[in-house]
């Protein structure tokens, strides 16, 4: 787990490693070979943004049950993992975070299995944590949304006039959904009041689509490692905003000219690269990612003065520099 995001915040840091020993001691396979691909998933498991943010909005309440948030937190993260697990079936990847994936490790049929045994782990965590049967709703809701946005995304996939209403609507499943979850599930147990709720609700939303932005835009940058092949997406056929506003340009014969091909090599790619930067569309999602970001600075400084509000602009601040 990379904590280094959390270093100037001690006590959130302290949180998400009582979060992470939650989710390591939820895995109780009995094949060790299995259980340590898992432990090894959840120790690799990047900087635990959406835990963050469920527990920075657990403080807008009068409720103090650290355990119940740091449950929920854990149960946020093992969705997200289960998630990510199937996408690397579906994508045939081998490689997340320069890591061997469980797909990679195991085979498809044994990796599908592990992700749904993680699904299982998130709905014992809601059950034990959940207020009420209205909360079971609103996070089975994300169940929903998570799959409604993977199945928009492989509709859209080859789809050379997908639109930016596309993308979005994708990536608000695919993405967006468990940023919603967190910040709203967060401000619920943490007891706060309607507006607040609602308020997260519409901070996850944006910070999620930035987030998915600028993966996005990372993988078109030569330079920054990703821990998976550039330009990957384009490959599979799931075209992005730099692709999208490229196709818009008078770039598109051009550009059209390759996607159609029946499979890309590492010219066509390079080729790709150069007309996304030199048309503009590189530029354009970029600024795409700004507005949605000012958007979000916007929402977040409705929220009622404190710690957690003044860590969430920290945070933002270092994840998007």
């Not at 085979?107 to 009420?132: C, N, S, V, W």
């Amino acid at each position: 787990m990379d904590y280094s995001l959390w270093e100037q915040f001690p006590n959130l840091e302290n949180k998400l490693k009582k979060t992470q020993k939650i989710m390591i001691n939820q895995i109780n396979i009995d094949n060790s070979k299995f259980k340590k691909g898992i432990d090894d998933l959840i120790n690799g498991n990047g900087k635990m943004i959406r835990a963050a943010l469920l527990l920075l909005f657990s403080e807008y309440g009068p409720n103090n049950n650290d355990l119940i948030f740091e449950k929920a937190a854990a149960s946020i993260e093992i969705i997200h993992l289960a998630s990510l697990v199937h996408d690397d079936v579906i994508d045939e990847s081998d490689l997340r975070r320069a890591a061997k994936t469980l797909n990679k490790k195991f085979g498809q049929h044994k990796a599908i299995y592990l992700g749904d045994y993680l699904f299982t782990r998130y709905f014992k965590l809601l059950i034990e944590y959940a207020p009420d049967k209205n909360n079971l709703n609103f996070n089975i809701e994300l169940i929903q949304s998570i799959l409604d946005g993977e199945l928009h995304q492989s509709l859209s996939k080859d789809n050379l006039k997908r639109s930016e209403t596309d993308y979005f609507k994708a990536i608000n499943g695919k993405t967006s959904a468990l940023f919603i979850n967190s910040a709203a599930e967060g401000a619920i147990l943490g007891g706060a009041d309607e507006t607040t709720v609602k308020l997260a609700e519409q901070i996850g939303s944006k910070l999620g689509d930035a987030f998915q932005i600028r993966d996005d835009l990372l993988d078109f940058n030569p330079t920054y490692k990703t821990g998976k092949p550039k330009l990957e997406d384009v490959a599979e056929g799931i075209y992005t905003l730099p692709i999208i506003y490229a196709l818009r340009t008078s770039y598109k014969e051009e550009l059209l000219k390759i996607l159609k091909k029946d499979q890309l090599d590492s010219a066509d790619l390079q080729k790709i690269q150069i007309i996304i930067e030199t048309s503009g569309g590189l530029k354009q999602a970029q600024q795409k990612l700004e507005k949605t970001l000012k958007e979000c600075k916007h929402l977040i400084d409705k929220l009622p003065d404190g710690i957690s509000k003044n860590t969430l602009n920290m945070i933002i601040e270092k994840l998007f520099k």
